[in-house]
């Protein structure tokens, strides 16, 4: 059935992207926990993947090919967290290259990439990705290798136009890598729009339930710097295990369910607590107040996510307590997972984080708006 090149994104995941005429007759996948794999009495390797799981596991292909043709891209790649998948990508760059990334977005990554192009001889600049024109002047012509952006990006959702960043990138001669891990597949294809390579911490919605860490990179193209990102896998080491492929491989069965379920409670959230007396702002892409909407209502399709955050009137102490009085909501990092989560960022992050003290970021699960809305209602009457 995944050969029919017409079958929506939907069909394709309830399915897992796969025939089981192609295993065996199981309807559902397999785990591959082999090593190693046999050759036969000519010495040619039996089994697709390869002949040791460091290099590829069977699990990996339908996984693989799911992805990739979700993303409308040549190949993809699974790694053992997303900060692997940035870190592969980054590590196929040569000394001397030059990266520009987003001012603004998931602090995992931005933190690691300050410490590790100060380590690792490559030039590093910090830029307002929403501005193509701060985007371009952080460009260092003919040094200026990968452009790195996030959208929507952490904490405060802002929405960077892909297209216009890739024409930056394309005219600096550089590689567009987009994080995609809050947009999904579902809301977004970052290729369609220009960008060279996607990346996504499957262990958010793409696993969505919040027992497997996991990366993915798509590319666009299968060139030389992708080799190069393969052979990163390979053998510098971050390999998926097979008992996570295959949790993975689950959870993307539902991933258009689940997806659009929390999107559709998120802006059902966003539009009821938007100008509550107790906030000083809802920031949520859905919203038409957001700066980045019109952008959002162009990239996004069927939906605008399940990340928000609120800012709370009162400071750190009084977003802490709504925090803390919360009931349905659990108090917890990471987003993507079945159940809704808040957390004060600058709690998490420390004294050096951009973020302000009085914001909640929000994940939106697939309960009932309903009890979501009264939850936040109950904690918010109590500062
Ligand atoms: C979680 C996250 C990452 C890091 O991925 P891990 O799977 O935790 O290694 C990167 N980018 C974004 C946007 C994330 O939310």
């Known amino acids: 059935m995944s050969e029919n090149p017409d079958l929506k994104p939907a069909t394709l995941l309830a399915h897992g992207g796969r025939r089981s005429e192609d295993n065996g007759g199981d309807v559902a996948p397999r785990i591959h926990p082999s090593t190693n794999y046999a050759r036969d009495e000519n010495y040619r390797l039996i089994n697709p993947a390869g002949s040791y799981s460091r290099d590829a596991n069977p699990s990996y292909l ?214 509550h007396a107790k906030l000083e702002a809802v920031l949520y892409p859905g919203l038409e107040s957001h700066p980045g909407h019109a952008i959002a209502k162009n990239q996004m399709q069927g939906g605008f996510g399940a990340m928000m955050s609120f800012r709370v009137k009162g400071g750190a102490a009084a977003a802490l307590k709504v925090a803390g009085r919360c009931q349905v909501f659990i108090r917890a990092t990471s987003l993507g997972g079945t159940e809704s989560l808040i957390e004060h960022r600058a709690s998490v992050e420390g004294p050096s984080s951009p973020v302000p003290p009085d914001l909640l970021r929000l994940s939106i699960g697939i309960e009932d708006a309903g009890d979501l809305i009264a939850d936040l209602e109950l904690a918010l009457a109590g500062v």
């Open 62 to 275: 339908p996984v693989e090919k799911l992805l990739a043709r979700l993303e409308g891209g040549a190949e993809a790649l699974l790694l053992a967290s997303g900060m692997a998948a940035a870190a592969a990508v980054v590590q196929a760059l040569r000394p001397g290259d030059h990266i520009v990334a987003q001012k603004v977005m998931y602090w995992g990554v931005r933190d690691w990439l300050i410490a590790f192009c100060a380590d690792w001889g490559l030039g590093l600049d910090l830029a307002d990705a929403a501005d193509p024109a701060a985007l371009a002047g952080a460009v260092k012509p003919g040094r200026t290798k990968l452009i790195w952006i996030e959208t929507p990006c952490n904490p405060t959702w802002e929405v960077v136009d892909i297209a216009k960043a890739a024409e930056v990138t394309h005219k600096a001669g550089a590689r567009l890598v987009v994080d995609s891990t809050v947009a999904t597949p579902v809301h977004t294809r970052p290729i369609e729009h220009g960008a060279d390579i996607v990346m996504h911490s499957a262990t958010k919605s793409l696993n969505g339930h919040g027992d497997a860490v996991a990366g993915v990179l798509v590319a666009a193209r299968a060139d030389e710097f992708w080799a190069r990102v393969r052979g990163n896998r390979a053998l510098g080491g971050a390999v998926l295990g097979p008992f996570e492929t295959w949790l993975l491989h689950r959870g993307l069965r539902t991933l258009h369910l689940r997806v659009e379920r929390a999107s559709a409670n998120a802006l059902t959230i966003a539009r009821h607590f938007d100008g």
